[in-house]
Structure formats: C-alpha cells, structure tokens
C-alpha cells in the first residue's frame, strides 16, 4: 500500500470508512491508519465512540478523523465527501461499511423495513461510490471496496429485507467494477457471522468448514489484501470459515 509521490515527495493517501467508530468499522479503520492512511470515517449515533477512536490513534502518531453523517440522507453523503476531501485530500479508497440489519420474516415485515434497510445498506453505497468514483476516475486511480454478507449471496431465515440489500450491494459491485475501469478497482468483501466478543449469534462451530469461527481481524486483513490488489476487480470475496458452503 505504497503511497503515491507529488513532485517526488511520498504522500499519505486517504481513506474514507462509513460505520467506521465501533466494532468491525473500527478494525479497519485501525488496520488503514496503520498502513499509512489519513482515514476519514462517518459515524451517526457513536460521537463518543469516535472521540476514543482518533484520541487512540493520534496518540500512536496516525492520522483519522470522524465525521458525523446520517448516510440515509442523499444531501449529508454528498456533504461527507466534499468535507473529507477539503480535510483530508482526495479519496483514493472507499470502504462501504456502514450497515443496518432488521429480523422480520415474511408475516411481519413491510415498507417501512426495507425502505430503512435499503437506506443504508444499498443507497448510501450507492450515492457514495458513483461520487467518489467519478473523482477517483479523472483522477486516474482508486479503489472501492463493499462490506457486503454471505446474506447475499443465500437469504437469511428472517432477515429477507438485509439478505436483498446485500445482493444489491454484490450486483453494484460487479456492475462498478465494469464501468469505472481501468482506473478504479472495485471489490466487496462477504463476512459470515463475525465474532466481535459478544455473546450469542455464532452459528455452532461444526457447521463451519473450517470449524473457526471470524473475526474482526479476518475481514481486517481481507480490507487490506483488496486495497493493494492490482489485478482484482469485480470479486466477492467470501471470509466465513466456508459457513456459505453449509445447508
């Protein structure tokens, strides 16, 4: 994850995560600062938690930066953009992390379910990769990788609402990778369930292949392979312990 020069001086390059102040946003925003980046990341309810983030990181010397955005609003995406940009300099990766998850079988959910799923999920990613990705373009380089779920790739029992949003999030993925190259590489990563140290919600290991389950420094390392990854565009890269493979 070399960085570029100008004039033949080595520069940080930036970075922008959304959902970037807790859990697994934080791993990789961690992960980018350490690597080099200046990393902007939006968070909507987490200020707390976003003060903790920069305060750790600017006490190790790396650079990042918190914005606060309601990634639902069409307005607020274009505003983060130009404001990482005037503060950090150009975005040349995009990480689309920031997502929601609502249970709701087929009896119970409605509109208002995938309207605020769709929201976040798919329209965010949506609104934030057409823009950076145009810049990234005449700028002549950049990278954008989609947290996307094995969700979209088979439905989750009662989560059809986030299991489409994903599959959504896979198709835009491809369909980007197609129209904004050969400058710009797109990519998106599919976790399973993750293991963040929580307690429940982990299928039983003997349903994984690999009988692990995935962590945060799984997807982590998945972030960072697909940054510098010259010759990959348009992939879906699976970290699940081959749980995708199960019944």
């Not at 959304?18 to 992960?31: D, E, F, P, S, Y």
């Not at 599959?167 to 129209?179: E, K, P, S, V």
């Not at 929580?198 to 960072?224: F, H, N």
């Amino acid at each position: 994850l070399g960085a570029p020069a100008v004039n033949g001086i080595p520069e940080s390059p930036t970075a922008l995560v959304t959902g970037g102040a807790r859990r697994l946003g934080a791993t990789i925003v961690r992960a980018l600062a350490e690597e080099g980046f200046r990393v902007g990341f939006s968070y909507r309810r987490s200020a707390a938690e976003a003060e903790q983030l920069v305060d750790e990181l600017e006490a190790g010397d790396l650079n990042a930066a918190g914005f606060e955005c309601d990634l639902r609003e069409a307005s607020e995406c274009a505003a983060l953009v130009e404001t990482v940009e005037a503060d950090l300099g150009p975005v040349s990766l995009l990480v689309n992390n920031a997502g929601v998850i609502h249970e709701a079988g087929v009896d119970s959910a409605g509109a208002d379910d995938f309207d605020a799923t769709m929201a976040v999920n798919l329209r965010a990613p949506w609104l934030l990769s057409l823009d950076l990705g145009r810049r990234m373009r005449s700028r002549g380089s950049g990278s954008i990788i989609n947290i996307a779920s094995v969700g979209g790739i088979r439905p989750y029992s009662k989560h059809l609402a986030y299991s489409v949003s994903k599959a959504g999030l896979i198709m835009l993925t491809r369909g980007l990778a197609r129209d904004l190259a050969p400058e710009v590489r797109v990519n998106a990563i599919a976790p399973g369930m993750i293991d963040l140290g929580e307690s429940g919600g982990m299928p039983a290991r003997e349903r994984v292949p690999l009988q692990s389950w995935t962590g945060p420094e799984d997807i982590e390392d998945a972030v960072l392979y697909l940054a510098d990854a010259g010759q990959v565009t348009g992939q879906v890269l699976a970290v699940d312990g081959g749980w995708h493979l199960s019944a």
